[in-house]
């Protein structure tokens, strides 16, 4: 039996379904970003975990392969595995985030992200390949289940998808943040003992998930069967679309930032150096735009809202991507970026808040379908991307990441109002 809402949980939350499961008052406000983290701060300390074992494999990438006598070509490749990994697992997964308390879910990913840690540590190709598979296969998995449980704290409460939204939100900021807080330590233990500490700390906070996902937070709707639960996801609102602006958006997005540093480099000639501070503005311009953007859909008629942002940012994206393949000087670039990395990311927080409402007890499941769908845009956007540089040049990547945003412009506006 869950324990009494303290004074606090009741306190000017507008909730509907409040922590533990019993009715808030319906006049009661929506609560702030503040009192959201404090509620869901295991998993969004759960989110920036996940992230680090990628981080650190990208960062040394040259010492990991010296260590296992390998070219830095043939060990960066192997990334590319656990976007395989995070797309058939994820699909498979998907329907068990609804049946199972997603707490549960996400703490099981973080014991299987801390045993790929310590794979990692060994000095063997294998290792490596088993290390990347790994860490994909439990991010296709933590990633839906942190922010399901995030929304789950709620229940059908407003303030979910503002939980949600939180989780992407930590998540990009970590992104941007987190390279140096791995790179620092690693100056006393090296990056196998990076590995190591991920691996700790992915420990100690599984039974902190565990807590935290105890309950569930909407048991008063029925648990689907597998295969019902992909039937029953067809069925949601607008699913179908939303899944297509997140597969246009993956593809296009994350494509552009894989040839982002070259661009600069041959347009503007920026060293290396000089553009890390190119990656901090796009990195920062996404997660204002998460942030905040995610505050605005959720306040008032959230799913009128959401379906105006997401209109709006995914034409907004369109313009400002080939603004700045066609951006004459250096200033205009930079302008067109910064703008491109906050419509992406309010597209985002449009798209997930719009899931959340709209899929109740399937949220599990759309969002864990969400995931797998923009891990196959990612990594199809990054290869249509290239073969269009090196076919046609920059107008050739572009033209190829204009036409995946099209598909996102065209998705949205097939995103009615919930009926």
């Known amino acids: 039996m869950s324990a009494p809402a303290t004074p606090e949980d009741r306190s000017g939350v507008h909730m509907g379904q409040s922590v533990d499961g019993t009715v808030a008052p319906a006049d009661e406000r929506q609560p702030g970003d503040w009192q959201i983290s404090r509620a869901v701060l295991p998993t969004l300390l759960a989110s920036v975990v996940g992230l680090l074992p990628f981080t650190v494999y990208s960062t040394f990438l040259v010492p990991i392969a010296e260590a296992v006598g390998e070219g830095d070509a043939a060990v960066g490749a192997l990334r590319g595995l656990g976007g395989v990994g995070a797309v058939l697992v994820g699909i498979a997964a998907a329907p068990l985030i609804g049946r199972v308390a997603p707490g549960r879910v996400a703490a099981w990913g973080l014991v299987l992200l801390a045993a790929a840690s310590l794979v990692g540590t060994v000095s063997w190709f294998p290792a490596l ?3 990347c598979l790994l860490v994909g296969v439990s991010n296709a998995v933590l990633y839906p289940a942190l ?3 995030a929304a789950d704290r709620f229940g059908d409460a407003p303030a979910a998808a503002r939980a949600a939204t939180l989780v992407s939100a930590t998540r990009t900021l970590a992104a941007t943040l987190v390279a140096p807080l791995i790179a620092l330590p690693a100056l006393w233990w090296g990056w196998r003992g990076d590995l190591v500490a991920i691996a700790a700390v992915s420990v100690v906070l599984t039974p902190v998930l565990l807590r935290h996902g105890r309950e569930r937070h909407l048991d008063d709707t029925p648990r689907l069967g597998y295969f019902a639960a992909f039937r029953g996801l067809a069925g949601v ?5 939303l899944m297509l602006v997140s597969f246009g958006q993956a593809a ?5 930032l894989a040839y982002l540093a070259a661009f600069y480099s041959d347009r503007f000639s920026l060293s290396p150096g000089v553009f890390t501070f190119v990656w901090t503005l796009s990195g920062g311009s996404f997660f204002l735009g998460n942030l905040f953007g995610g505050r605005w859909v959720n306040a008032g008629d959230a799913d009128r809202r959401a379906r105006r942002a997401l209109h709006v940012s995914m034409a907004l994206a369109l313009v400002s991507l080939f ?3 066609l951006a004459p000087a250096l200033p205009v670039a930079l302008l067109c970026t910064a703008v491109l990395s906050a419509s ?5 927080a449009a798209v997930t808040t ?5 899929s109740g007890a399937l949220r599990g499941t759309s969002l864990g379908v969400k995931a ?3 891990s196959l845009g990612l990594f199809l956007g990054a290869a249509a991307g290239g073969a269009g540089l090196a076919l046609w040049g920059y107008p050739g990547a572009a033209a190829v990441f204009g036409l995946l945003t099209l598909v996102s412009v065209v998705a949205a506006a097939a995103v009615r109002r919930e009926s």
């Open 252 to 256: 296009a997005f994350q494509g552009y």
């Open 323 to 325: 603004g700045v393949y």
């Open 147 to 149: 922010t399901t449980a």
């Open 237 to 241: 609102p607008g699913a179908t679309a």
């Open 344 to 348: 992406h990311a309010v597209g985002v």
């Open 372 to 374: 797998s769908v923009m």
């Open 129 to 131: 390949v088993a290390f």
């Open 354 to 358: 719009l899931l959340v409402r709209r």
